[in-house]
């Protein structure tokens, strides 16, 4: 066979890499401290949506042990993946980025925080492969994490949080929130129970998930008391100048409207507060 001519092959060769996609840029992970997942790439977030750890009431005791993990955690030390469930609207989600404010208020760009959406848990390795390598501490966290009848992706939470071969990078922790202690539906569970071989086999792979976080936060429904407090902290930091009764007779009028109590509850009553007094929420 005749030798082929060099200059073909150096044009076969262009052609190729003129065809094959240039590898994606890494992103600067030093543009914000903040980020979101979406769509296999990482999108800064600027200003946060958050509420000062000052104003969150009612969960003293997880507050400093979720305080603690973290600060172990961005000081280089090991802590735990945790997950933060329980009741809707006490302050799960709102106290993971306060913590995240706090830590890089004391120390600037200490901590990288990063949203995963449940819709994207699948391509989570492809996440950790990014940020394996950046030299940042980052927090991952995932808001409202649950799973229902026939989804699979809770597989590749496992692989990644223990199990996988390559586990979970040093400079990455995962925090989620649910309002399932075990993550799946009572239905899901049951549905396994019913049509495994083994019942309790199908069972412990479906709780499983839940034992790989190192720490299990509750957060219970608050009581009148704790809901007004919230309330009030809030009608403080705006300066709304109302009188202590009418206050608490409104706010007690607008949970029961509402049929529960909660600080997502007391954050609401307040904003239409502030609407009616023409007070902006610029000071939360």
């Known amino acids: 066979m005749m030798d082929a001519d060099p200059n073909v092959l150096a044009r076969i060769a262009a052609a190729l890499e003129r065809l094959a996609p240039p590898p994606p840029a890494l992103p600067d992970l030093s543009a914000a401290d903040a980020f979101v997942w979406e769509g296999g790439s990482l999108r800064p977030v600027r200003k946060v949506a958050r509420v000062e750890l000052e104003l969150l009431q009612g969960i003293d005791r997880v507050r400093d042990i979720l305080i603690d993990n973290t600060t172990r955690f961005a000081n280089g030390l090991p802590a735990n993946n945790a997950l933060l469930w329980g009741a809707r609207g006490m302050g799960k989600s709102s106290l993971v980025k306060a913590i995240h404010a706090k830590i890089n208020h004391d120390r600037p ?58 586990g979970r990078p040093d400079n990455v922790l995962f925090y989620a929130t649910s309002n399932r202690r075990h993550l799946m539906s009572r239905q899901m569970i049951e549905n396994e129970r019913q049509n495994a071989l083994i019942p309790s086999e199908a069972v412990e792979e479906k709780v499983s998930l839940s034992d790989r976080f190192g720490l299990w936060l509750g957060f219970h429904p608050c009581n009148q008391d704790v809901y007004l407090a919230m309330v009030e902290g809030y009608v403080q930091r705006l300066g709304i100048r109302i009188d202590a009764d009418e206050l608490r007779r409104q706010a007690i009028e607008w949970a029961t409207t509402r049929g529960a109590r909660s600080g997502r509850v007391a954050m609401q009553f307040v904003q239409d507060l502030a609407g009616r007094e023409g007070v902006s929420l610029d000071g939360l």
């Open 109 to 166: 760009g200490a901590l990288l925080l990063v949203e995963i959406h449940r819709e994207e848990i699948e391509s989570l390795p492809r996440l950790l492969a990014v940020l394996r390598d950046s030299g940042r501490r980052t927090l991952i966290f995932c808001d409202d994490l649950s799973f229902d009848q026939g989804e699979t992706s809770y597989k590749s939470l496992k692989a990644v949080l223990e199990g996988g071969l390559e």
